[in-house]
């Protein structure tokens, strides 16, 4: 039988030979490939599965064939083109001639501001971008599911299975409900991360997703950005990071140990009179590098000759270049010593070898990728401590009979028993008996909320000292807290890493480089010495290279860093991620949570009204009836009888009454301690007076305990999470830095109020859930703004791992500790401000530090290139290249170490 199908991803005769070679390869199976109608015409004695021979084109490429007599997605309608000034595009041109639909981005690659492209237009009136329409056509919406090419090559036209587009290579992208559901949704949502589906996880991935969901199979560095790769978690939430970090502390040491010895051979020989010749020290210093470059250091030298590949000119550009170049020449002055001309010789008239250039600069580029790798090392553990709040089991009541089940056993209308102490299961509510709730990492409030009969309870969430029995509403996925777990996990990869000056520099500073080494050869051929134009041009070309790579660029951005980490630390402030300390000084807003982080998260007794009793007298019954209570306000009551020397009365008939209170006898008296229906359910009067100043305290953010003698009322207690000493001086502080301050907190509206005003801060929201905080953060950022979060619960965590810096307090949860960047050991906001007074310092010691990386290497470039030999017949020597490298890494050293004598003692 014969039959005619269409290929799709075919666009070249070498296509055509790959595609004519794999089907023809196939028993029974003769292809005729035609390049010009873009088909394949199959002869076969049996009848063809087309499923069959895709899976064998698969193994060659992304080629693929199609039936014309089955029915097809076809074309949609073809879309108007968008007027220039709805658009924007990145001034660097990271990704080319792409362009971008909402203002106020950056760009996913450089990080820049986007800019309008009339900017563009006005340089060059004859630029003609080919960008489609910004909103996903009307029709996709009959599409959820299928994929689609976000440059649109092939017009609007929709895929079956998710792959590669045939035209430009790039990943599909699914059409799903969200993009087709919002008619001005945007394009932009390419560079963010991507859903991790089963076929992603424990692959690699940019975390500044250079090329979208784009995945790797192992870590040799983005090809784009070449930044590292990230591991995908497993589906357990689980990654690897410690493989990398592992793998690089290994390569760092053996680097190290052989970089030693090289490096001491080389400048020692300055000082020393080592018992061999120069000859022989050549070849150990070989010997020794061998495993630094080829071992060690290979995959920075993938990393740039991919760089070069693609032309997306980075820092190991810069490495690859001046590596190779020091080696090469090297090798070739150790071989063929006799034709280096005596000019760039050294002072004994011996062959410049650049092997401890090349050792040196893997080994202190390898340590900068080591502390990178720092900050990705644990970054699975937020969703750790997150699943471990959910348990595992359940009491599912079937029957009238009570059955210990596993989670994953549990449907929606399920009856399950809670009992005291234990984690609510799943999502629901109550439908018999009531209880005392602590809520506190959904809303962060450490008071428990009372809970009767139809109201909702939360999965991860502890039960009092209460039996209840709750019907199950959500499971599985739709829980609020596996959507908690989602949301840090999503936030987490989202967040796209600073990108590094040093990349910036190199994008500008490798061309620039070729073509003076280009230049010197034209230059040295045409004007050189008749009997040596070709060698000194040569030789000149090649010591442009050497001497452009900074030796001490590896060492400029982490040894700053490494400083600037430790003073952090002796100053509270422990810093997981180095590159967030070097952002912190961009920050212009500050969201913060208020319990635990402007206040002090627990209650305190602050207050004792008394209606014609003693002080002493009430905080005594108090007391009396509170040891035997495990409510957090008992602690205080507890906490403030201790200081003040009160001994407890015996009690009997001792009963906590959920929902209102204690109650029990002491000295043959009844006493009561709780709220008001405490003391309505027991025909106890409350005057009018006490009435009004309970009233009055409340508006005031406090909660009040009432107390009780038989039938009167002695007067009341009041609680209140008391704001830190230094909340206020951190908040004053930050917004005369110009950072806004935004208070969220799931707190009610008169607390949050209170707080707000008596710190001054004069933007806050109530009542918010984990989505609230978390969606704020994304607001502000798609406004182009830098946002720091600070908090101290599960239920800040989703937000500190979206936000641009993460600041968790150290007197916090732990999954609070592990979604952040940043950690406060003592718990002070105060040291919000000394963070970022430590980023600015920072930052500009890493400019100086860059500075010092160059300015050496520059000054060497003409030398090397030879322009002082018309003057003085001068080239440049080993000894000079070697003082510019020496001295560079020397002055980033003691540049770097400045960074301790910074204060960070804020008055």
Known sequence: MQKKYKIQGMTCSGCQKKISEKLNSIQSINADINLEKNTATIHSEKEINIDILNEYLKEIGNYKL???????????????????????????????????????????????FLVPIEEKLAKDPNYKPAFSKTNLPEDFKDHVGDFYCPMFCEGDKVYDEKGDCPVCNMHLEEITQDLVGNSHSSHSHSHEAPKVTD?????????????????????????????DLVKYPDKNGESDEDETFNILKRKFIISLVFTIPVFILSMGRMVINFPFSHQIQGWIELILTLPVLFYSGWFLMKRGFVSFKTWNLNMFSLIALGVSAAFIFSIAALLFPDVIPHEIRGHSHETPLYFEAVSVIITLVILGQLMEALAHKKTGNAIKELMNLSPSEANLIVNGEEKRVSLSEIKIGDLLKVKPGEKIPVDGKITEGNSVVDESMITGEPIPVEKNTDDPVTSGTINGNQVFIMKTEKVGDETLLSKIIKMVNDASRSRAPIQKLTDKVAKIFVPTVITVAVVTFILWQIFGPENQKTLLAFVNAVAVLIVACPCALGLATPMSLMVGIGKGAKNGILIKNAEALEQMNKVNVLITDKTGTLTEGKASLEHIETVNSDQNLILKLAYSLNQNSEHPLSNAVIQKAKEKNISAEKVIDFENISGKGLQGKINGKMVYVGNQNLMLSNNIQITDNLKQKAVEIQSKAYTISYIAEENNVLGFVSFKDKIKETSKKAIKLLMKDGIDVIMMTGDNEHTAKAVAEELGIQHYKANCLPEDKLNEVKKLQQQGKIVAMTGDGINDSPALAQSNIGIAMGTGTDVAIESAEITLLKGDILGVAKAKLLSEKLVKNIKENLFFAFVYNILGIPIAAGLLYPFFGILLSPMIAAAAMSFSSLSVILNSLRLNSVDLNIK
Do not use: H, I, W
């Not at 039936?67 to 949609?76: C, R």
């Not at 692959?203 to 784009?224: A, H, I």
């Open 66 to 112: 199609e039936d014309p007599d089955k029915p097809e997605k076809a074309f949609l309608k073809p879309q108007d083109r968008v007027s220039p000034s709805s658009v924007y595009y990145c001034p660097m041109e990271c990704e080319g001639e792409k362009v971008y639909f909402k203002q106020g981005e950056r760009c996913p690659v450089c990080n820049m």
């Open 199 to 227: 076929d992603m996880a424990g692959r690699y991935y940019c975390p500044m997703f250079c090329e979208g969901d784009k995945t790797y199979d192992s870590n040799l560095g983005c090809p784009v950005c070449g930044m």
